[in-house]
């Protein structure tokens, strides 16, 4: 079956834009995650959906970070008023029971975001 | 709080050689631990994932080791090839999330 897709692949935008991420987790796996990964360094958490809510996003940099699930399944991240700092690969990955410590993470590609 | 640490940050070996990756870790009160390949540009790929339980994980050429006690992951490639290049992290979970370490850059030269 299908894994996990993001897109775009790449996004270029100019500081201070506003930016939108998608994420489609693979069908029924109940547990979301996206990640930000800088140059050079392993992936940071920023939030975590278990279903339609988000069950932590102590991750989330600052509050011009926001990221949805409405229907449990596709979520989008949302940057407001993008700075040169935001600049990186955000992953999204998905997990098939219930956000349980066993599970495996699978990870989509990853969008690269340019903030110029 | 989880940290996670890998030494070296990057190894270039000869095609053929046996080689271990490091992965550290503060808290030994973990369920799992996982490790991953990155190429460039890519996303993740899960190589093996060890419980808590288990002390070793082997799939094909890759053996990957788990001792709680010491706080410590090992990644073992043997034989390795030159398409065995790329970035492997290994990550352990957190209240639900993974903490990754920095990864290490394996070259592989034909």
């Known amino acids: 079956g299908a894994g996990v897709s993001q897109t775009p692949s790449n996004k270029v935008t100019e500081k201070g834009k506003y930016v939108e991420l998608r994420c489609d987790p693979i069908?029924?796996?109940?547990?979301l995650y996206w990640y930000r990964q800088s140059l050079g360094q392993g992936p940071e958490f920023l939030i975590y959906f278990q279903g339609t809510g988000a069950a932590d996003d102590s991750g989330l940099p600052n509050d011009r970070f926001f990221a949805v699930r409405p229907e449990g399944s596709v979520s989008t991240l949302k940057i407001q008023r993008t700075e040169r700092g935001d600049s990186a690969v955000y992953l999204c990955?998905?997990?098939?029971?219930?956000?349980?410590?066993?599970?495996?993470?699978?990870f989509g590609p990853g969008t690269r975001l340019t903030v110029l | 709080k989880q940290e996670v640490t890998q030494i070296p940050a990057a190894l270039s070996v000869p095609e053929g050689e046996n080689l271990v990756l490091n992965c550290s870790f503060t808290?030994?009160?973990?369920?799992?631990l996982q490790w991953f390949r990155q190429d460039p540009g890519k996303g993740l790929t899960s190589l093996l994932l060890?419980?808590?339980?288990?002390r070793e994980q082997t799939s094909g050429r890759l053996n990957a080791s788990l001792d709680k006690s010491s706080g410590r992951s090992t990644l073992y490639i043997a034989a390795s090839q030159p398409g065995d290049s790329a970035t492997y992290l290994c990550?352990?979970?957190?209240?639900?999330?993974?903490?990754f370490g920095q990864g290490t850059t394996l070259q592989v030269k034909p």
């Open positions: 990550a352990a979970p957190s209240q639900g999330k993974l903490i």
């Open positions: 069908s029924g796996h109940t547990a």
């Open positions: 808290d030994s009160a973990i369920y799992n």
């Open positions: 990955a998905s997990s098939p029971l219930r956000g349980g410590f066993t599970d495996t993470q699978y």
């Open positions: 060890i419980q808590s339980s288990q």
